[in-house]
């Protein structure tokens, strides 16, 4: 228990300092925050064998936009259950659907502050497998052509275009304002209206003419889970 509360004191100190709110999970073995725990700072878990802690987790901490996955790295190659949970300052819960099978875990968006604007294409649908990150305008997308889910953090809306080079049908995705800076969750494209792998190239900002539909996303789930 003194453990725990150490922890704790030292979470509410980092959030107050600076102007900045890193990501950080903590992942504890029994329900309720209870038992044996883990804590993720800021980087990624590819393995959870490499902490010791592979199938463990039944309950987590988070500050930021966290995705958990039953299988190693993010589901890659082996499609199967996640669970993600948002928090803006240590955001306590059990795991719903993937507790005591979570072998890999990793943020979206900036490390250094949750709130800062970026925007994630995965392969898969809800977030599974490579990733492609960006906080500034992308010409041309690594993962042209093999995309399915999508999250957008921060304030600033996005258009996502369907040639490279800023060109071609454009859609406009635009989160509401949040006193939170909840992030905007596309766990399938399809959701808003964009054919899976047919963004090319993304620019920060609702720019120019949109040629295709503009899409408010602040409806869309910010929890979640997907159970296989
Ligand atoms: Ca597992």
């Known amino acids: 228990m003194q453990r725990i509360c150490c922890v704790l004191l030292l979470l509410s100190v980092q959030t107050i300092i600076g102007q900045q709110v890193q990501q950080r999970a903590i992942l ?3 329900r309720n925050q209870l038992g044996e725990y883990i804590i993720i700072p800021q980087t990624y878990a590819p393995d959870l064998q490499q902490n010791n802690f592979d199938n463990r987790a039944q309950s987590v901490c988070v500050t930021g936009m966290w995705i958990f996955y039953v299988n ?3 589901n890659t190659g082996d499609l199967s259950g996640v669970e993600y949970v ?3 300052s240590n955001f306590c819960t059990n795991l719903v659907t993937v507790g005591g099978y979570v072998s890999s875990a990793r943020f979206a968006g900036s490390p250094q502050d949750f709130r800062s604007d970026t925007f994630t294409l995965y392969a898969e649908d809800y977030f599974q497998g ?3 990150y960006t906080f500034a305008d ?3 997308l690594n993962l042209a052509g093999n995309h ?3 999250i957008i953090t921060g304030a600033s809306p996005w258009t996502v275009y ?3 080079g800023y060109i071609g049908n454009s859609i406009c995705l635009y989160p509401e304002p949040s006193s939170e800076y909840k992030p905007y ?3 399938d494209v399809s959701q808003v209206q964009i054919p899976h792998g047919t963004i090319r190239s993304v620019r920060r900002g609702c720019v120019g003419k949109v040629q295709g539909s503009e899409n408010n996303v602040a409806d869309l789930a910010r929890f979640g889970s997907k159970v296989l």
């Open 28 to 30: 504890y073995e029994s």
């Open 72 to 74: 190693s790295i993010y």
């Open 86 to 88: 948002f928090g803006s």
């Open 130 to 132: 490579d990733e492609e």
């Open 138 to 140: 992308l010409p041309n």
């Open 148 to 150: 399915k889910s999508i």
């Open 162 to 164: 369907d040639q490279p």
């Open 185 to 187: 969750l596309i766990t």
